[in-house]
């Protein structure tokens, strides 16, 4: 329980380093901008710089709340989707959510050299991005779900999850034979991943569809914890695992699919996020677990964006690759280093 005392240190040294993380993100960039400046810009102060004011409120508040938004639902994401299947392997990229995702991109952007007309002006429309991207996400899941009614063993699911996302590769690969330079050129920037093209209005958007999400996690909650005993326990109390398992899919599709609609593919997080606030807090208990989990998310993000700025620099790498070269040995090394996998 979140009460108890043992876990109140981590979470407020997690809060802590979290608004450190916030403010430092805000600082950096290749706009060199005061310390003392930057708080007076939070707290509505005016800037000795005019333009100080501009850059920090229109492009890297935005940038930071988005980080703290990807960071956060990808690691919830990820968690709903490890406790479903109940393995460490499992999570938006490999049960396909991703690949659908950027298989309704890659329509979107190489689709207009296809499809004419009408449905070609809608492809270009200023929310098709959102669109497509999140019906692609939660048709190839909720087409997973189908076959596992008939698939009862969990690792064949995931490889069936798999062969879509391979599906989805072929198609990709068929739609960028027929596309045109720039909008192969347009596809591969997007699947580099973004924190710094959203505006405020997109960010609402984005920021709505998340909270719909957050909220329906937190709904599952009990659900989770029960489905660790196993299905046929979980059935032996009263839990309705069709209704459950819908449940957890509409929430992790809602979350990845629209991250991924806004911000491109992200890799990393949602796989390894679980796995390090596990070693962490030593428990499978979610009411624990999930806000641990929105907490090391967001940092994590935040200071995997603090690193693809390269401070002092007017290059900005992409974040995609940031999060993998800086997390993947992370979770190397900690799964060495205690030697078992709590799940």
Not at 152 to 177: E, H, K, N, P, Q
Not at 260 to 268: D, E, M, R
Not at 272 to 297: D, E, Y
Request: net charge positive.
């Amino acid at each position: 329980m979140l009460h108890n005392k043992t876990y109140t240190k981590p979470f407020v040294a997690l809060t802590i380093v979290l608004l450190l993380c916030f403010f430092l993100n805000i600082s950096l960039g290749s706009v060199s901008i005061p310390f003392t400046d930057v708080f007076k810009s939070l707290i509505g102060s005016s800037t000795t710089n005019p333009s100080w004011q501009y850059i920090i409120q229109d492009y890297r508040l935005p940038k930071a709340f988005t980080a703290i938004i990807v960071g956060s639902g990808l690691g919830i994401s990820g968690l709903l989707m490890q406790t479903l299947f109940r393995n460490p392997l499992a999570g938006p990229f490999v049960l396909g959510i991703t690949s659908g995702a950027s298989l309704g991109v890659a329509l979107v952007i190489m689709g207009a050299s296809i499809f004419s007309g009408f449905f070609g002006v809608f492809l270009i429309s200023k929310w098709s991005l959102v669109i497509a991207a999140s019906i692609g996400s939660f048709l190839v899941l909720l087409t997973v779900l189908i076959v596992s009614t008939r698939v009862r063993d969990t690792m064949a699911i995931l490889i069936i999850g798999l062969m879509f996302g391979s599906i989805t590769t072929a198609v990709v690969s068929v739609l960028s034979y027929f596309s045109s330079m720039e909008q192969l050129q347009q596809y591969i920037f997007w699947g580099f991943g973004s924190l710094g093209n959203l505006s405020w209005q997109e960010l609402a958007i984005m920021f709505m569809i998340y909270c719909l999400g957050i909220l329906l996690s937190i709904a599952s909650v009990k659900a989770l914890n029960t489905l660790l005993l196993g299905e046929n326990y979980a059935k032996s109390l009263g839990l309705n695992i069709q209704k459950s398992r819908l449940l957890i899919i509409v929430t992790t599709s809602l979350l990845a699919g629209t991250i991924t609609a806004f911000a491109g593919p992200i890799a990393f997080i949602g796989l390894a996020i679980p796995h390090i606030t596990r070693q962490i807090f030593i428990t499978s208990n979610h009411k624990i677990l999930l806000p641990a989990v929105f907490l090391l998310g967001a940092i994590i993000m935040l200071i995997c964006d603090c690193i693809a700025q390269l401070p002092a620099s007017d290059y900005t790498l992409p974040i995609n690759a940031i999060t993998s070269l800086i997390g993947a040995p992370v979770v190397i090394w900690l799964l060495v280093r205690k030697r078992k996998m709590l799940f």
